[in-house]
């Protein structure tokens, strides 16, 4: 285990990132799947439309390494984005998965402008309470996705490749959390059980 909050005593070390005017990121009560507290993350129309949350975390051990949310959504959802970025010596990683819960597709990012299509098939609970719940698992000493399980659903992403740049230097890790709306919307998102780990089988 590398991380993990239930936010059932507040943000902590997790900091807030707001798109533009009207973008929020605020502890919530009613949708809370764990704890106290879940977080709301509004996608405001006036702005970028993007809410996200961030922490840093050690820079890790190389292994297969775990991002994983629980959440709960509006229609008006555009994607729920899970992302790490990673720097070490010679190159940054991006491993990066983008849920549209209402259109069902799961995306990786594989390159800038490149996305390797996971499924277009796997919907979600539209619902506000955190209810669904969406792992990547990466590697990156071999710089390749591993899998995706959303909603207890396995899919296997072995071969496909992470984003990566050859820019090295000093280590970090840092991973985050956001919740695009649709164009001219501002839908919430509520996220739980945010959990990063490490030495996945």
Request: aromatic share 12%.
């Amino acid at each position: 285990m590398v991380f993990a909050t239930t936010f059932a005593e507040g943000l902590g070390d997790v900091e807030g990132y707001l798109g533009g005017l009207g973008d929020a990121v605020v502890l919530h009560t009613r949708y809370a799947r764990m704890g106290a507290y879940c977080v709301k993350l509004t996608a405001a129309s006036e702005g970028g439309g993007t809410a996200t949350l961030g922490t840093y975390l050690p820079f890790p051990v190389f292994s297969r390494l775990g991002l994983e949310i629980t959440f709960g959504c509006w229609t008006t959802t555009d994607y729920i984005e899970l992302h790490a970025a990673l720097r070490e010596a010679a190159t940054h990683w991006y491993p990066t998965l983008r849920w549209d819960p209402n259109a069902g597709t799961i995306l990786v990012q594989t390159g800038a402008l490149a996305w390797h299509t996971v499924t277009a098939t796997q919907g979600a609970f539209v619902t506000p309470n955190c209810c669904n719940t969406v792992k990547l698992v990466f590697d990156i000493a071999i710089g390749e996705y591993v899998r995706v399980i959303a909603n207890d659903q396995p899919y296997s992403v072995v071969g496909v490749p992470i984003y990566s740049v050859a820019v090295g230097g000093v280590p970090i890790f840092f991973t985050t959390v956001a919740h695009q709306g649709d164009a001219g919307q501002s839908p919430d998102a509520y996220i739980d059980n945010w959990i990063v780990t490490q030495n996945e089988p």
